[in-house]
């Protein structure tokens, strides 16, 4: 089992750049992969992206690509999303996720309590 905590989250203006981290305790995360998720009140858990426990590996959601990027220090046992160009739309909370490397959220087995990220315009 792996425990995850976010942070990072804020207000940020339209445009802006934001660096959530998710710290790890538990479990190496070298053996996980490792997502990112976001939900918005009232709405269904949106994938974002995900990196393989091999790292070789990304996949993003067309939302996000080329302005989000997902890294990890093993080392540190930290995941990162960097999150450049933001939008009003991307105002929600943000979740990380250990354990499978897919776009369903109902894959993962492990999550952080979320970070919020607030995007005025």
């Known amino acids: 089992q792996v425990q995850l905590v976010e942070s990072g989250g804020g207000l940020v203006q339209a445009g802006g750049s934001l660096r959530l981290s998710c710290a790890t305790s538990g479990r190496a995360i070298s053996s996980y992969h490792m997502g990112w998720f976001r939900q918005a009140p009232g709405k269904e858990r949106e994938f974002v992206t995900v990196?393989?426990?091999?790292?070789?590996?990304?996949l993003y959601a067309d939302s996000v690509e080329g302005r989000f990027t997902i890294s990890r220090d093993n080392a540190k046992n930290t995941v990162y999303l960097q999150m450049n160009n933001l939008k009003p739309e991307d105002t929600t909370v943000y979740y990380c996720?250990?354990?499978?490397?897919?776009?369903?959220?109902?894959?993962?087995?492990?999550w952080g309590q979320g970070t919020q990220v607030t995007v005025s315009s």
């Open positions: 990196n393989s426990w091999s790292g070789r590996n990304t």
């Open positions: 996720a250990a354990g499978a490397y897919s776009r369903l959220w109902t894959d993962y087995a492990n």
